[in-house]
């Protein structure tokens, strides 16, 4: 029985590469307090107000994302927090879906003071993104003087027990002379230190292939500043959860390193994701810039939820495996045109 056909028979769906997805990234903005010079472009044009999706429509699509069999949403932007009233989204989402999985990455910058607000809602996770532990080095990457702000929600998150991961982006000549700093902070703090290989998204001169710092010279690099043993699961959820990252633990320590590598050994084969645009296109691949365009349908009067979960349906049997077009894209460019803040990561 084919993808489409199992659409129709309404059971779970796979597409032609026997994958089913269960994990949606959900990005409520593309606007952001920070300007990390890998993701945000310099002339860049921000998604007018009228065509961003509002908070009830939000609510809608996560409905329609559970009635597909999705069981864990994650909130990203642009920089979720910017958005206003965000904290409603999370806790009418909850409210609706207490059983769901609702996880938030964020650059940190203004959570401070939100994190037991964030637990009482009910969300037991964050990943928040941090490049480097160097304040000054911080201002180089993002523009703006927040670390402290960061280290510090780093600390609250510990304190309420919220399961932590930080994730830096891999940048050779960046921020590979902190990996001992890096090693240390998941030595001594009870969170997932991941490093994310840097991908060529967006503008064509954001990623340089003098920066790519791959996984296994970070491997090999950490294994000579701590003794690493490898962790079974990938990162503690159901199976069919699994992150991207390969794990490790480390010898005495509380935390753990992991490893996304999604350019020198991908996880396409498992690959159990959707992603939603702040303007409402629904994205089956980070890596195509494919686009299905959900709001046009959510907001037309004879169409509606309806018309959309079809569309979500149908976009799910269509995934591609994102590393064959990573190995198609010619030299010097983007694997994808669109810039990383306006899809979520
Ligand atoms: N190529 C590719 N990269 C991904 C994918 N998922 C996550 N990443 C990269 O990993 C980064 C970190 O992702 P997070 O926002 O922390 O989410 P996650 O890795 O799914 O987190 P967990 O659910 O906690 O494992 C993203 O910003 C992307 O850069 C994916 O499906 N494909
Ligand atoms: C686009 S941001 C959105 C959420 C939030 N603003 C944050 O920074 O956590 C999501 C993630 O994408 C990562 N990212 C952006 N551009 C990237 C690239 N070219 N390669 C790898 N990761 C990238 C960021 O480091 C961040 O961890
Ligand atoms: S990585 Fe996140 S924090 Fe940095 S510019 Fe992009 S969206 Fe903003
Ligand atoms: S590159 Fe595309 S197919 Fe591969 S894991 Fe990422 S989103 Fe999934």
Redesign the pocket.
């Known amino acids: 029985m084919t993808g489409i056909e199992r659409l129709h028979k309404n059971e779970r769906i796979l597409d032609s590469h026997g994958r089913t997805v269960s994990y949606l990234r959900l990005?409520v903005t593309d606007r952001?307090n920070?300007r990390?010079a890998?993701?945000f472009s310099k002339d860049i044009r921000f998604i007018d107000h009228q065509s961003i999706l509002r908070y009830e429509e939000l609510l809608t699509i996560v409905d329609l994302a559970k009635e597909l069999g999705i069981r864990k949403v994650r909130l990203?932007?642009?920089?979720?927090f910017v958005r206003k009233d965000f904290l409603w989204l999370v806790e009418h989402i909850l409210a609706r879906h207490p059983e769901l999985d609702l996880r938030i990455?964020?650059?940190?910058t203004l959570l401070a003071g939100k994190v037991r607000t964030l637990k009482e809602l009910g969300v037991t996770h964050l990943?928040?993104?941090l490049?480097t532990l160097d304040p000054r080095k911080f201002v180089d990457i993002t523009g703006r003087d927040f670390f402290r702000q960061v280290r510090s929600a780093l600390d609250e998150v510990m304190a309420e027990g919220i399961k932590l991961k930080v994730?830096?982006?891999a940048m050779r000549g960046v921020n590979d002379d902190e990996l001992p700093a890096f090693l240390a902070l998941a030595r001594d703090n009870p969170l997932d230190m991941r490093f994310?290989?840097?991908?060529?998204?967006?503008d064509d001169d954001?990623?340089s292939d003098m920066r790519y710092w791959p996984a296994s010279d970070i491997l090999r690099q950490a294994e000579e500043l701590a003794e690493l043993v490898p962790v079974q699961s990938f990162d503690g959820g159901p199976d069919a959860d699994r992150g991207p990252a390969r794990v490790y633990s480390i010898k005495g320590g509380k935390g753990r390193l992991g490893l996304i590598s999604?350019l020198s050994d991908h996880f396409c084969g498992t690959c159990n994701r959707l992603r939603i645009t702040p303007d409402g296109k629904l994205r089956t691949c980070l890596f195509s810039d494919r686009e299905y365009r959900l709001l046009p349908m959510l907001r037309h009067p004879n169409l509606g939820p309806e018309a959309v979960l079809r569309a979500m349906r149908l976009a799910s049997t269509r995934k591609p495996l994102g590393y064959k077009l990573l190995a198609a894209r010619a030299k010097g460019h983007s694997v994808a045109g669109k810039?990383?803040?306006a899809?979520?990561?």
Do not use: Q
Not at 76 to 80: C, D, I, S, V, Y
Not at 105 to 108: G, K, L, Q, V
Not at 196 to 202: A, D, K, N, V
């Open positions: 990005s952001c920070l990390c890998y993701c990203t932007g642009g920089e979720p990455t964020t650059n940190a990943n928040v993104s490049d994730n830096a982006v994310i290989e840097f991908m060529p998204m967006g954001l990623w999604p810039r990383m803040s899809i979520g990561g």
